[in-house]
C-alpha cells in the first residue's frame, strides 16, 4: 500500500498494513468487528464481575484487571489504524507518537505482570488451598494490582523521556500501524545507545520476570500435583489452569518472536506478529478465559434473568 500523503518535520507516517488499496474495506471490517468484539467482551467480563456476588472473589478480581487492561491495549493501536484506513491520511503527529509509545508500554506490560500475579493466584488456591483465603486477603490483592500498575508506568514513562530529546532524521516514514519503540529508535539521528540498553534491562524486566514467575507457579503445581496422583484433581487443574496457559503461549510466545527474535528481513512477519498480541489476543481473551467458565456463564445467566425482570 503506497502512502498518498507525505509527512512533515513535525509528523510520522505510519504505512499501515501492508495490503492493497482495493482490499482495504474488506480488513477496515475485519478489524473493526474484532475491536467491538473486543471492547464488548472484556466491558461484559468486567460489568458480570462487578455485579454479581458469586464472583467476588480474587481469581475474577484479577480477571476483571485483565479485561480492563486488554480494551486499553487494544485501544491505544487499533482506533487511530482504522482511522487512517479509511481517512487514507496515514499521519500522526510527533507528541501522538509518543503518547502511543508512551500507552503502548504502560498497557503491554501491564498485561504481563498481571498474568503472572494469576498464576500465582491459581498456585496459592491449589498448592495453599486450606489456607487460600488467608493468604490471598483482599489487601494483598490490591497491593497486587497497583504494584503492577506502579511498575508499568515506571518502565513506560522511563522509556518516554529518554526518547523525547531524541531528534529524527528526513526519513520518517515506520513500516507499521502504530509507532513502535524500536522502529523510532531507527529513525532517530540521535545516538540512541542508552535507549537500547534501557529496552534491553526493562524488557527483560516486563517480560522475563514475569515470565519465569508463571513458569515457576506451573512447576511447583506440577509437582504438587505428581505428589498425590488423581485423575480427579488432574482434571480440575487442567480445567482451572488451561486457559491462563493459553493466553501465557499466545501472548509471550508472540513477544519473544517479535523483540527478541526479530524478521528485520520481512516486516510483514513482524507486523503479523503484532497483531496476533495487540488485536487478536485481546479479543480471544473473553472466550479463551471466562465465557467458557461456569462461574461467568452462571452470572451471565443470572444478569439476563434480572434484566428480564425488571421489564415484565
Known amino acids: 500500500m503506497r502512502p498518498e500523503n507525505q509527512s512533515s518535520a513535525s ?5 499501515g498494513l501492508p495490503i492493497l488499496t482495493e482490499q482495504q474495506g474488506m480488513f477496515f471490517t475485519l478489524f473493526l468487528g474484532i475491536y467491538l468484539t473486543t471492547v464488548l ?5 468486567i460489568l458480570l464481575i462487578r455485579l454479581d456476588s458469586h464472583l467476588q472473589t480474587p481469581m475474577y478480581f484479577f480477571l476483571s484487571h485483565l479485561a480492563l487492561t486488554d480494551v486499553s491495549f487494544s485501544s491505544v493501536t487499533v482506533p487511530k489504524m482504522l482511522v487512517n484506513m479509511q481517512t487514507h491520511c496515514q499521519s500522526i503527529t510527533h507528541t501522538g507518537c509518543i503518547l502511543q509509545v508512551y500507552f503502548f508500554i504502560i498497557f503491554g506490560c501491564l498485561d504481563s505482570f498481571l498474568l503472572a500475579v494469576m498464576a500465582y493466584d491459581r498456585y496459592v488456591a491449589i498448592c495453599h488451598s486450606l489456607h487460600y483465603n488467608s493468604i490471598m486477603r483482599v489487601e494483598l490483592c490490591v497491593l497486587l494490582v497497583i504494584g503492577s500498575w506502579v511498575l508499568s508506568c515506571a518502565i513506560a514513562l522511563s522509556h518516554t523521556l529518554l526518547l523525547v530529546p531524541l531528534s529524527f532524521c528526513a526519513n520518517r516514514t515506520i513500516p507499521h500501524f502504530l509507532c513502535d519503540l524500536a522502529v523510532l529508535l531507527k529513525l532517530s539521528c540521535s545516538d540512541t545507545s542508552i535507549n537500547d540498553l534501557l529496552i534491553f534491562v526493562l524488557g527483560g524486566m516486563s517480560v522475563f520476570l514475569p515470565l519465569s514467575g508463571i513458569l515457576f507457579s506451573y512447576v511447583l503445581i506440577g509437582v504438587s500435583i505428581l505428589r498425590i496422583p488423581s485423575t480427579k484433581r488432574f482434571c480440575k487443574t487442567l480445567s482451572t489452569c488451561g486457559s491462563h496457559l493459553s493466553v501465557v503461549f499466545i501472548f509471550y510466545g508472540t513477544i519473544i518472536g517479535l523483540y527478541y527474535f526479530p524478521s528485520s528481513s520481512n516486516s510483514k512477519n513482524n507486523i503479523i506478529a503484532s497483531i496476533m498480541y ?3 489476543t485481546p479479543m480471544l481473551n473473553p472466550f479463551i478465559y471466562s465465557l467458557k467458565n461456569k462461574d461467568m456463564k452462571g452470572a451471565l445467566a443470572r444478569l439476563i434473568k434480572r434484566v428480564n ?4
Do not use: A, W
Not at 509528523?11 to 504505512?15: A, C, D, G
Not at 467482551?41 to 467480563?45: C, D, E, V, W, Y
Not at 425482570?309 to 415484565?312: A, F, L, Q
Open 11 to 15: 509528523e510520522f507516517l505510519l504505512l
Open 41 to 45: 467482551g472484556n466491558l461484559l467480563i
Open 278 to 280: 495487540m488485536v487478536i
Open 309 to 312: 425482570s425488571c421489564y415484565k
